[in-house]
């Protein structure tokens, strides 16, 4: 079992900057391809960015390419995600996930931190 706790998440104005953390648990961090994924008020959660176990390659949804940047620190157990020039679009839950390499899916996830974007 990994046990994922996001922190960082609260209430900053239309281009502002945030920056979210994913502390792991429970087994070894670099075993894991981290994500983060969100979901507005009334929307499916959606992909925002992946990261792989080394850090050597990223991923992003197209919403938030050049303006969010994921990375990880292995030897602190914890993912990044920094979230510049943000948009009301990006208000949502924001949540981590790691995801095995024998594995298709996410396997855990964490219980999600609100970031709410005010115009």
């Known amino acids: 079992q990994v046990q994922l706790v996001e922190f960082g998440g609260g209430l900053v104005q239309a281009g502002g900057s945030l920056r979210l953390s994913c502390t792991a648990s429970g087994r070894t961090f670099s075993w894991y391809r981290m994500g983060w994924f969100r979901r507005a008020p009334g929307k499916e959660r959606e992909f925002v960015a992946t990261i792989n176990r080394s850090g050597s390659s990223t991923d992003y949804a197209d919403s938030v390419k050049g303006r969010f940047t994921i990375s990880r620190d292995n030897a602190k157990n914890t993912a990044y995600l920094q979230m510049n020039s943000l948009e009301l679009e990006d208000t949502a839950v924001y949540y981590c996930?790691?995801?095995?390499?024998?594995?298709?899916?996410?396997?855990?996830w964490g219980q999600g931190t609100q970031v709410t974007v005010s115009s």
């Open positions: 996930a790691a995801r095995s390499t024998y594995s298709n899916e996410y396997d855990f």
